[in-house]
């Protein structure tokens, strides 16, 4: 079977989309299927790597988003996809390409819709209701909910957006690669300075401001500090609200070596995202065998539950206040615990779902094809 990923969103420094996207090419790869990405980029190209061609489109920066490109025309990316003929698509984007699933269910090919965002929420936390985009946006989405051989979710929040929209939902969760993000190397003991760690892209919807005043009260009673793994529109602003505090902001990580050893470093992982539609960060940091805060808003709360972590409301005091009852546990136990719960989730079972959806969409496009 020949698997097209078409994604706008997508650049280097991209976080749980762009991880996602490559570990379901290693799952497809690893059943036998071909796979081909297409993306949006600064001049269309075409490349190849680790067994996979990657096509990019020429794409303008969406405004107000800190670079990421979006695929606007059509009569290339439909060229392309002429030309690959492939068994089915895989669509991450629910915006500028809303009329894929349409045009590939004329043309007899199966599309799964992967739907990584809450688009409702995000145009709120961006700042965009002002403008007249919601109607447009719930246009989009009636249009790829009927269309779509099916939309996969992975959280019940994500799916939410599509309530008696659809009946092709799927919840699917993400997974987590357990041979990268182990927590065998973690210490027993609480660590001097306590660290916190917050791995997100600094724009509002991250709250990572909130993590940044719950250090400064932690920082009254007992020594501790904070890294920051993560590039935004925010930096400055944050860098500002995070002077005198021992703050270290290390920009993206892109190398997922260190990224997994910083989690097994941090005594507590904050996550407070909350239009997060998965928080893949919080798995990964479980699977290193370290506790997690999630905001009581988003997906985050499906991830991690009392065994592993700490589900709180958006304020700093109830921040440390999780992190206080964290340290009256054993730092060792707790790694268990976060290593178990981690194990509920793997990237193997994740892609075998998703072929076993493209295998009945294939199915259901042809016959209506030929019909």
Known sequence: MKIVQVANFVHETSGGMRT???ALQTQYLAHGHEVVLI?????????????????????????????????????????????LQP???????????????????????????????????????????????????????????RYAGAIVCASHFAAAEFNGQSGTVHIVPLGVDSSQFVSSDKSPEWGTPFTLVVCARLSPEK?????????????????????????????????????????HFMGHVTDRNMLANLLTFADVVVNLGHVET????????????TPVIVASAGASCEVVDSTCGAVVDLQPEKIVAAINQFRQLSREDLRIQCELRAGNFTWAATGARMVELFTSSIGISRYVNHS
């Not at 068994?87 to 045009?103: A, M, Q, R, Y």
């Not at 688009?119 to 919601?134: A, C, E, M």
């Not at 998965?278 to 065998?289: D, P, R, T, W």
């Open 20 to 22: 996602a996207l490559r």
């Open 278 to 289: 998965f928080g893949l960060v919080s798995l990964e940091a479980l699977a290193s065998g």
């Open 207 to 247: 709250n990572v401001d909130v993590a940044i005043e719950a250090l400064r009260i932690l920082c009254r009673n007992e020594i501790c500090q904070m890294l920051v793994l993560g590039d935004g529109p925010l930096m400055s602003k944050l860098q500002e609200q995070a002077s005198g505090l021992p703050v």
């Open 87 to 145: 068994d089915g698509v895989e669509l991450s984007d629910k915006s500028t390409l809303f009329w894929v699933p349409k045009w590939c269910k004329k043309n007899g090919i199966a599309c799964v819709v992967i739907s990584h965002e809450r688009t409702d929420l995000v145009l709120n936390s961006l700042g965009w209701k002002r403008f007249p985009l919601i109607p447009i946006v719930r246009y989009f989405r009636r249009v790829i909910a």
């Open 39 to 83: 993306r949006p980029g600064i001049e269309s190209q075409t490349t190849e790597s680790d067994g996979v061609t990657n096509f990019m489109i020429r794409g303008p920066v969406l405004p107000m988003t800190g670079g990421y490109r979006v695929i606007v025309g059509r009569r290339e990316l439909k060229h392309i996809l002429r030309s």
